[in-house]
Protein backbone atom coordinates (compact mmCIF):
# COMPACT_ATOMS: atom_id res chain seq x y z
CA UNK A 1 0.00 0.00 0.00
CA UNK A 2 1.61 3.34 -0.95
CA UNK A 3 0.81 6.55 0.99
CA UNK A 4 1.86 9.88 0.25
CA UNK A 5 4.55 11.73 3.11
CA UNK A 6 1.62 13.49 4.48
CA UNK A 7 -0.30 10.41 5.03
CA UNK A 8 2.52 8.94 6.58
CA UNK A 9 3.90 11.99 8.91
CA UNK A 10 0.01 12.31 9.92
CA UNK A 11 0.29 8.38 11.30
CA UNK A 12 3.47 9.14 12.52
CA UNK A 13 2.40 12.12 14.45
CA UNK A 14 -0.45 10.25 15.90
CA UNK A 15 1.66 8.23 18.28
CA UNK A 16 3.92 10.98 18.73
CA UNK A 17 6.76 8.55 19.86
CA UNK A 18 8.31 4.39 19.32
CA UNK A 19 7.80 4.50 23.32
CA UNK A 20 3.99 4.84 23.01
CA UNK A 21 3.99 2.16 20.39
CA UNK A 22 6.10 -0.39 22.35
CA UNK A 23 3.60 0.74 25.44
CA UNK A 24 0.60 -0.19 23.41
CA UNK A 25 2.34 -3.47 21.92
CA UNK A 26 3.60 -4.72 25.66
CA UNK A 27 0.35 -4.20 27.07
CA UNK A 28 -1.55 -7.86 28.34
CA UNK A 29 -5.28 -7.72 27.13
CA UNK A 30 -6.37 -10.37 29.13
CA UNK A 31 -4.94 -9.01 31.83
CA UNK A 32 -6.81 -5.61 31.37
CA UNK A 33 -10.45 -7.48 30.55
CA UNK A 34 -10.09 -9.44 34.06
CA UNK A 35 -9.19 -6.04 35.75
CA UNK A 36 -12.21 -4.46 34.00
CA UNK A 37 -14.49 -7.40 34.99
CA UNK A 38 -13.06 -7.39 38.47
CA UNK A 39 -13.81 -3.22 38.71
CA UNK A 40 -17.45 -3.51 37.21
CA UNK A 41 -18.46 -6.38 39.63
CA UNK A 42 -16.78 -4.51 42.49
CA UNK A 43 -18.78 -1.61 41.27
CA UNK A 44 -21.92 -3.65 41.30
CA UNK A 45 -21.10 -5.12 44.59
CA UNK A 46 -20.94 -1.89 46.21
CA UNK A 47 -24.48 -0.39 44.64
CA UNK A 48 -26.23 -3.54 45.47
CA UNK A 49 -24.84 -2.70 49.26
CA UNK A 50 -25.78 0.78 49.05
CA UNK A 51 -29.34 0.45 47.98
CA UNK A 52 -30.05 -2.06 50.26
CA UNK A 53 -28.79 0.19 52.83
CA UNK A 54 -30.93 3.02 51.73
CA UNK A 55 -34.00 0.51 51.36
CA UNK A 56 -33.51 -0.03 55.28
CA UNK A 57 -32.63 3.64 56.28
CA UNK A 58 -36.26 4.52 54.08
CA UNK A 59 -38.56 2.36 55.85
CA UNK A 60 -36.79 3.06 58.91
CA UNK A 61 -37.48 6.67 58.50
CA UNK A 62 -41.35 6.00 56.52
CA UNK A 63 -39.14 8.28 53.68
CA UNK A 64 -38.95 7.43 49.97
CA UNK A 65 -34.99 5.98 48.96
CA UNK A 66 -34.76 9.16 46.66
CA UNK A 67 -34.92 11.48 50.26
CA UNK A 68 -32.62 9.13 51.83
CA UNK A 69 -30.39 8.90 48.92
CA UNK A 70 -30.42 13.13 48.73
CA UNK A 71 -29.80 13.18 52.21
CA UNK A 72 -26.43 10.79 52.43
CA UNK A 73 -25.31 12.90 49.20
CA UNK A 74 -25.63 16.21 51.29
CA UNK A 75 -23.57 14.22 54.34
CA UNK A 76 -20.56 13.30 51.96
CA UNK A 77 -20.51 16.61 50.56
CA UNK A 78 -20.07 17.76 54.13
CA UNK A 79 -18.13 15.59 55.88
CA UNK A 80 -15.78 15.71 52.71
CA UNK A 81 -15.31 19.29 53.24
CA UNK A 82 -16.17 19.57 49.89
CA UNK A 83 -16.08 23.56 48.76
CA UNK A 84 -17.90 24.79 45.43
CA UNK A 85 -15.90 27.38 43.55
CA UNK A 86 -17.45 27.66 40.31
CA UNK A 87 -21.05 29.22 41.41
CA UNK A 88 -22.58 27.99 37.82
CA UNK A 89 -21.51 24.21 39.24
CA UNK A 90 -24.40 22.32 41.78
CA UNK A 91 -24.04 19.70 43.34
CA UNK A 92 -26.05 16.37 42.01
CA UNK A 93 -28.77 14.99 43.97
CA UNK A 94 -28.06 11.95 45.54
CA UNK A 95 -30.77 10.27 43.70
CA UNK A 96 -29.04 10.66 40.52
CA UNK A 97 -25.86 9.31 42.27
CA UNK A 98 -27.61 6.99 43.95
CA UNK A 99 -30.85 6.12 41.68
CA UNK A 100 -33.24 3.88 43.08
CA UNK A 101 -33.41 1.34 40.62
CA UNK A 102 -36.88 2.01 38.97
CA UNK A 103 -35.25 3.17 35.74
CA UNK A 104 -34.19 0.31 33.78
CA UNK A 105 -30.65 0.37 32.70
CA UNK A 106 -29.06 2.76 35.66
CA UNK A 107 -27.19 -0.89 37.01
CA UNK A 108 -29.12 -0.98 40.03
Known amino acids: MRKSLEDFRFE ?3 YGS ?3 VERYLAKDWQAMLRENFERLARKRAIDAFMRKRMEVEAVKANRSIDQIADDYAQTVARN ?5 IDENFKMPDGRKVFPSG ?3 GNGW
Open 12 to 14: VEM
Open 18 to 20: LEV
Open 80 to 84: AHIRI
Open 102 to 104: RTA
